[in-house]
């Protein structure tokens, strides 16, 4: 049963990024932020169009990251500090 936002919530909701390379587990989790909280999923497949998509990133000034550890060219905390230096 998928929750309904009010308005207010609807306004001011937050996004989550979620970098997830498994096809699967990424769906779930978007659905589960999408249905059952009021906040936005950002999602992407892994770090490298994570950081092609830079600009959208930060713009939507996340205000929770959701990362796979093992990307396949990083590691989970290695794109954060990447995020978080272009965040500032």
């Not at 490298?48 to 996340?62: D, F, G, K, S």
């Amino acid at each position: 049963m998928a929750r309904q936002l009010n308005a207010q919530e609807e306004e001011t909701a937050g996004t989550i990024l979620l970098v997830e390379d498994d096809e699967s587990t990424r769906k779930v989790l978007e659905m589960v932020i999408e249905t059952e909280t009021p906040y936005k999923s950002l999602t992407f497949e892994n770090e490298q169009e994570t950081l092609q998509h830079l600009e959208q990133v930060i713009e939507a000034r996340p205000i929770l990251f959701v990362l796979d550890y093992h990307l396949p060219t990083m590691t989970a905390i290695d794109l954060y500090d990447r995020l978080h230096r272009h965040q500032e």
